[in-house]
């Protein structure tokens, strides 16, 4: 994590951008966390707000273009050949055959708050042929969500940010979606907190 800092503060929204576009592929980069720390860095003052939301959104959205294309053109042998290369162990790939089974498009949406699963809905919209608009309608919208809401605990937090992006570090690889949720909501609580005490003052 220090070293993906030191890119972040060296190399801005470039390195943000690429950072999260590996990420979200499937690479080993832990993404919630780079978001809080960016989020931290715009609150003090490094990076504008709007800039690195747009920013954070396209870098994942090219991560999820980059997976759906992949898994429209290879289908799902690639994925349970290779995905042991990018942390998609085969009980993952079930489970988010599962869940995209139950919950379709609505899973390619929320599925970014569930670690793991954002990395294979994209693949699998892509081998289910999910026309190209409509996976590009829910996949914006939940990259939208996602980002703007990981950039804002982190905006929120302001100075806290690392302390919170360590928290998230340790949890991310063994919580569901419960626990993600949770989180957000703290955030979100935080953020009116420090801005009623902004407004009192």
Not at 42 to 71: C, D, E, K, P
Not at 103 to 111: E, N
């Amino acid at each position: 994590m220090g070293q993906i800092l030191a890119w972040i503060l060296e190399y801005g929204y470039l390195a943000m951008f690429g950072l999260l576009a590996l990420g979200v592929a499937g690479m080993p980069i832990p993404d919630e966390v780079l978001m809080i720390a960016f989020g931290g860095l715009v609150s003090q003052g490094h990076y504008n707000f709007i800039a690195a939301l747009a920013v954070t959104f396209f870098g994942s959205m090219t991560g999820m273009m980059v997976s759906y294309t992949l898994g429209r053109l290879l289908g799902k042998p690639l994925l349970h050949r290779y995905g042991k290369w990018v942390r998609l162990t085969p009980s993952r790939i079930a489970s988010s055959e599962n869940w995209f089974g139950r919950y379709g498009t609505w899973g390619i949406l929320f599925g970014y708050f569930v670690p793991g699963l954002r990395h294979v809905s994209s693949y699998l919209a892509g081998t289910t042929r999910l026309s190209v608009f409509r996976y590009i309608c829910y996949a914006s919208a939940g990259a939208l969500l996602w980002c703007g809401t990981f950039l804002g605990i982190g905006h929120a937090v302001g100075m806290h940010w690392e302390q919170v992006a360590k928290l998230m570090e340790k949890v991310t690889h063994r919580v569901g979606l419960v626990v993600i949720l949770l989180i957000v909501l703290g955030g979100i609580t935080a953020w009116f907190l420090n801005k009623r005490k902004k407004n009192v003052t």
